[in-house]
């Protein structure tokens, strides 16, 4: 039984513009707020840093999910593919 070609999910155009577009203004709202906030140039320092830390751990939590998530769907496809094997080389006559 051959195995049904793996098709690439693949995200629409109008995904990626609402993706990309949410993600400029919210990191564009917020920088404009640390500069307007009526504080300290080290307390404005220290929440861009940390809105900086925030936004760089969120790609490296995403990407990190996806590669566990692709790792899994690769495992997933070779304990599949050893089973058939084994299935296929079972005579239960023999």
């Given at each position: 039984m051959p195995q049904p070609p793996i098709v690439p999910q693949k995200d629409t155009a109008a995904w990626i513009i609402q993706v990309w577009a949410s993600f400029v203004l919210s990191v564009s709202a917020t920088s404009v707020g640390i500069i307007y906030l009526p504080v300290?140039?080290?307390?404005?320092?220290?929440?861009?840093?940390?809105?900086?830390?925030?936004?760089?751990?969120?790609?490296?939590?995403?990407?990190?999910?996806?590669?566990?998530?692709?790792?899994?769907?690769?495992?997933?496809?070779?304990?599949?593919?050893?089973?058939?094997?084994?299935?296929?080389?079972?005579?239960?006559?023999?």
């Open positions: 300290d140039g080290w307390v404005k320092g220290y929440m861009g840093m940390g809105l900086l830390f925030s936004v760089g751990s969120t790609f490296t939590l995403a990407k990190t999910t996806r590669d566990n998530y692709e790792a899994t769907k690769l495992t997933a496809r070779i304990d599949e593919a050893r089973v058939e094997k084994i299935l296929s080389e079972h005579h239960p006559l023999k």
